[in-house]
C-alpha cells in the first residue's frame, strides 16, 4: 500500500542559495510516513509503541530547490521480527529525483526494548516490491579530526534526544559540504544523543566520499555512515 503527499518547497526550508536542507528532506519524508502510519495502524495495538528510525540510504539524483512542487510516495517493502523496512521516491514533474531505503525499528514503551511487530501492523501495510534497497557501504577507518558541536536546545525533540533529521545539521559542521553538493547520504542510528550538551565529530575523507561519525568523550559512537559529494 502507498502513501503519496505532494509539497510546495517554501522557501524557509531552503538553505542561503535557495536548495532544499537536507534536515528538511529527511522531515518532509518522515511526514508522509506518519501519515501512512495515522491511517493503517491500529491505534490499541500501537498504544505503547513507537516507530525508531535505525538508518537511511538516500540517493539525490538532482537537488531540490525552493518553490519545487514535489510528490513524496512511500510503502512498505518488509516487515522482519523488530524491523520494518520502507522506500521513498520524491517526484518533480514526473521524473523521480530522490529514492530512499529505510529501516524502522519497533520500540515497546513499557519494557523499553525493541520488540516483534505484531502481524496485524504488517499485514495493515501490504507491503510491494523494492525499487530502491540497501547498499552494502565500506566506511573509512582514520578519522585524524575532531570537532565538538554544541547540541542546541532546536536539535531536541519530543522524545527528548536529537532529532533523527537534526543530524543533517550536524554532519554540515562536520563535513562543510552544501546541501545541493551532496548525492548520496547513509545514516546508522546507533544510539541516542540524549542529555548531551555536546558531541563530537570526526570525518575520513577518500576523493568524493566522506565517512563521519559522532561520538563522546568516552568514544561511545552514536551515528555514524558515510556521504557522497556530486561531481560539481
Not at 530547490?65 to 514526473?94: G, P, Q, S
Not at 575520513?204 to 560539481?232: A, H, M, P, W
Request: aromatic content about 14%; overall charge positive; charged content about 40%.
Amino acid at each position: 500500500m502507498r502513501k503519496t503527499k505532494e509539497f510546495e518547497v517554501e522557501r524557509f526550508l531552503a538553505n542561503s542559495e535557495g536548495y532544499l536542507k537536507n534536515k528538511y528532506l529527511l522531515s518532509l519524508m518522515f511526514e508522509v510516513s506518519f501519515d501512512q502510519a495515522e491511517e493503517v495502524e491500529d491505534e490499541k495495538i500501537m498504544e505503547d509503541k513507537r516507530w525508531i528510525v535505525y538508518s537511511w540510504d538516500i540517493k539525490i539524483k538532482k537537488p531540490i530547490k525552493a518553490k519545487d512542487k514535489i510528490k513524496i510516495t512511500t510503502f512498505a517493502i518488509d516487515m522482519k521480527k523488530f524491523y520494518a523496512y520502507r522506500n521513498f521516491i520524491i517526484e518533480r514533474d514526473n521524473e523521480e529525483i530522490v529514492e530512499a531505503y529505510c529501516v524502522f525499528l519497533l520500540f515497546d514503551l513499557k519494557k523499553m526494548r525493541p520488540i516483534k511487530i505484531p502481524k496485524e501492523i504488517a499485514k495493515a501495510y501490504q507491503k510491494e516490491k523494492a525499487i530502491y534497497e540497501e547498499k552494502s557501504h565500506k566506511y573509512g577507518d582514520e578519522f585524524t579530526n575532531l570537532e565538538k558541536i554544541q547540541i542546541r536546545y532546536a536539535d531536541i525533540d519530543t522524545n527528548y534526544h536529537v532529532n533523527n533529521a537534526s543530524y543533517m545539521d550536524l554532519l554540515r559542521e562536520i563535513t562543510k559540504v552544501k546541501d545541493q553538493d551532496i548525492e548520496f547520504i547513509n545514516i546508522v542510528y546507533k544510539n541516542e544523543i540524549r542529555d548531551k550538551k555536546y558531541i563530537l565529530g570526526q570525518n575520513s575523507k577518500n576523493k568524493n566520499e566522506i565517512s563521519y561519525r559522532f561520538i563522546d568523550d568516552d568514544k561511545k559512537i552514536y551515528t555514524y555512515g558515510k556521504i557522497v559529494k556530486r561531481n560539481v
